[in-house]
């Protein structure tokens, strides 16, 4: 049974830094792409960050890029996602995604196993 289980969320102040954990369990995701969305209050699921395979190539939504960086550790089937200058508006619930291609995607329809999410706050 294959299972993502998502860690790090919390409640920060804006200009903070998080780092959140995704670790997948079931079977070995080593030639799989993963990603990471949220989805904030009254508003859709949206791409954050997505990573290939091997970790070599990473994909940023415009709103992240500079602040966040996502990167893999296969060994241990586990992907992450750092955040720093948190704004109030990257308030959402986090998830993270694997995807059964080793190249990256932004399409939520694109990835096959999805974790619960974590929450992640942040205030003014």
């Known amino acids: 049974q294959v299972q993502l289980v998502e860690s790090g969320g919390g409640l920060v102040q804006a200009g903070d830094s998080l780092r959140l954990s995704c670790a997948a369990s079931?079977?070995?995701?080593?030639?799989?792409?993963m990603g990471w969305f949220r989805q904030a209050p009254g508003n859709e699921r949206e791409f954050v960050a997505a990573?290939?395979?091997?970790?070599?190539?990473?994909y940023y939504a415009d709103s992240v890029k500079g602040r966040f960086t996502i990167s893999r550790d296969n060994a241990k089937n586990t992907v992450y996602l750092q955040m720093n200058s948190l704004k109030p508006e990257d308030t959402a619930v986090y998830y993270c995604?694997?995807?059964?291609?080793?190249?990256?995607?932004?399409?939520?329809?694109?990835?096959?196993?999805w974790g619960q999410g974590t929450q992640v706050t942040v205030s003014s």
């Open positions: 990573i290939n395979w091997s970790g070599a190539t990473t």
């Open positions: 995604a694997v995807r059964s291609r080793s190249s990256h995607s932004e399409r939520e329809s694109d990835y096959a196993y």
């Open positions: 079931g079977r070995t995701f080593s030639t799989d792409a």
